[in-house]
């Protein structure tokens, strides 16, 4: 199991490089490998807010569907 601070960190490059696209937690979790989409949904929550990151409920840009997505702008 990774540490905290490197999954938080492997999120804030993942959704950094789909900029402005949203991602929703399933499709981080997915894509990280981090076994559980739970882990994306925590560390995604702490990124809102910082460095153009927001947290939203519209349309993932990798599996269309309406979830909670972070996107950066």
Same mark, same amino acid.
């Given at each position: 199991m990774r540490e905290v601070s490197?999954? /938080?960190? %492997?999120? &804030?490059? /993942?959704? +950094?490089?789909l900029s402005p696209e949203p991602v929703c937690d399933d499709c981080i979790a997915e894509r990280? %490998?981090? +076994?559980?989409?739970a882990d994306a949904a925590h560390a995604a929550h702490e990124?809102? $807010?910082? $460095? $153009? /990151? &927001?947290? +939203?409920?519209? $349309?993932?840009?990798?599996?269309g569907e309406i979830r909670m997505t972070t996107r950066r702008r």
């Open positions: 490197a999954v /938080f960190q %492997d999120i &804030e490059k /993942f959704v +950094g490089r990280l %490998d981090l +076994g559980n989409p990124l809102a $807010g910082m $460095g $153009g /990151f &927001e947290r +939203g409920k519209c $349309g993932c840009s990798l599996c």
